[in-house]
């Protein structure tokens, strides 16, 4: 039973960074991709950005593109996000998920969704003050 823990949330100035980290325990080696979603209250949720481990692949939203980077360690069960330069409209709530196989294939699109993935964590808050 493969779960997802976010951590490295919480409260930053603008301009400052956080690295949000998304760690896979239990059967994590069946984890083909992995990606970082954020939701602000009453808006729909978003993907931020995400990455296929097998093929190295990335996509990042253009809201963070040259702010965000994907990185991870080299069992692939752990995902972290850095963003640099927040701004508050990055206050969100930040969720990980993750999948196999062909639920990939829509997971690196600006289209993906983060219901459409069988594993889903609980979030961590991320806040921006200006």
């Known amino acids: 039973h493969v779960q997802l823990v976010e951590s490295g949330g919480g409260s930053v100035q603008a301009g400052g960074s956080l690295r949000l980290s998304c760690a896979a325990s239990?059967?994590?080696?069946?984890?083909?991709?992995m990606g970082w979603f954020r939701q602000v209250t009453g808006k729909e949720r978003e993907v931020v950005a995400s990455?296929?481990?097998?093929?190295?692949?990335?996509y990042y939203a253009d809201s963070v593109r040259g702010r965000a980077t994907l990185s991870q360690d080299d069992a692939r069960t752990t995902l972290y996000l850095q963003i640099n330069d927040l701004k508050p409209e990055d206050s969100a709530m930040y969720y990980c998920?993750?999948?196999?196989?062909?639920?990939?294939?829509?997971?690196?699109?600006?289209?993906?969704?983060?219901?459409?993935?069988?594993?889903r964590g609980q979030g961590t808050q991320v806040t921006v003050s200006s």
């Open positions: 990455i296929h481990g097998t093929t190295g692949k990335t």
């Open positions: 998920a993750a999948d196999q196989g062909l639920s990939c294939w829509g997971a690196l699109t600006s289209t993906a969704r983060f219901d459409d993935l069988k594993l």
């Open positions: 239990g059967a994590a080696r069946s984890i083909e991709c």
